[in-house]
């Protein structure tokens, strides 16, 4: 069993910045890809960003030059740095991993509960 929890959502005024975390634990033989989704209000989830296990990165238009999304392979976290925030940036966060774990030996999605954002003009 995988669990990925997140942390460091809030509140913050438009032009801000936050730092987002989602720790990978359980029974990991490894990790591919890593990403961060978002959802707002009465719209489809969306891919804000993904890192590959070699840390190639690729971001939605919405969010390039504003935020960075990084790895620590060591402690099976992911980041999300978003700076120059704007009150559309307003979703609920979710992490998201391709892990190969000891039980299926093969690649499965999981995914974080989700942490709330929320960017005020």
């Known amino acids: 069993q995988v669990q990925l929890v997140e942390s460091g959502g809030g509140s913050v005024q438009a032009g801000g910045s936050l730092r987002l975390s989602c720790a990978a634990s359980g029974s990991i033989l490894t990790i591919n890809a890593m990403a961060w989704h978002r959802q707002a209000p009465g719209k489809l989830r969306e891919l804000v960003a993904v890192?590959?296990?070699?840390?190639?990165?690729n971001y939605a238009d919405s969010v390039k030059g504003r935020f960075t999304i990084s790895r620590d392979n060591v402690k099976n976290t992911v980041y999300l740095q978003m700076n120059s925030l704007k009150p559309e940036d307003t979703a609920v966060y979710y992490c998201n991993a391709a892990v190969v774990d000891y039980i299926r030996l093969r690649p499965y999605d999981y995914w974080g509960q989700g942490t709330q954002v929320t960017v005020s003009s």
């Open positions: 890192i590959t296990n070699d840390g190639s990165t």
